[in-house]
């Protein structure tokens, strides 16, 4: 029996993910067809999308996603979950992208798959684009706040010794999370608090 599950994905915890879940919704999603993630998309490393390859999706099935940088903001992962997708057998549909949603004949199917390709190149392209620009303004905010001596974080709150060379290295996509963790000796609870208080800081440095 083939099956339809859909995929929302917001950066943090702060945002929300009505507005994908609405547009699953208006397609008659049911609730337990969609599954949801509140994790950068630098990387794949995020449990309900690992989940949805790993236990959820079988060959014939169908993906929805409301855009491509919902999916990941790094062009090279992008290119490979699409390629993974078409090996599995699953049809991956794009709201933002009409032309993965029309079902044609195989005969002429060939027509939309060059046309969605040249899209998906363009549209990966911005989405790695926008997160390269994210990335250089956190970097200018830690700066701008070190310059004009402000401290990171809160004053009750201490940072590992090694906090600020682990979160470059974690920001530029050299080490994951886990990694992240395993340098500053902090569990999963403590390492995410530590991480939104730091972003929230650096979010007021850039204002």
């Known amino acids: 029996m083939e099956r339809t599950y859909y995929y929302a994905r917001v950066s943090t915890s702060e945002q929300n993910l009505d507005r994908q879940i609405e547009a699953f919704k208006n397609m008659g999603a049911d609730v337990h067809e969609i599954i949801t993630d509140k994790a950068s998309g630098k990387n794949m490393e995020r449990m309900g999308y690992q989940a949805l390859k790993n236990s959820i999706l079988r060959k014939g099935d169908t993906l929805v996603i409301k855009s491509l940088d919902r999916l990941s903001r790094n062009k090279t992962d992008i290119k490979t979950e699409l390629e ?89 996509g050299d080490i994951t999370a886990k990694e992240f963790m395993k340098r500053v000796s902090l569990k999963k609870s403590t390492f995410y608090r530590l991480l939104r208080n730091f972003e929230s800081e650096i979010h007021k440095a850039e204002i």
């Open 84 to 172: 993974y997708f078409k090996a599995q057998g699953i049809r991956l549909k794009v709201i933002d992208l009409p032309t993965t949603l029309i079902d044609l004949p195989d005969e002429q199917s060939w027509i939309f798959d060059m046309i969605n390709n040249i899209l998906i190149e363009v549209l990966s392209s911005i989405a790695e684009q926008e997160r390269l620009t994210i990335r250089q303004r956190q970097r200018e905010g830690i700066e701008a706040a070190k310059k004009n001596g402000k401290h990171l974080g809160r004053k009750r709150i201490l940072y590992p010794q090694d906090w600020n060379r682990a979160y470059d290295l974690w920001i530029k």
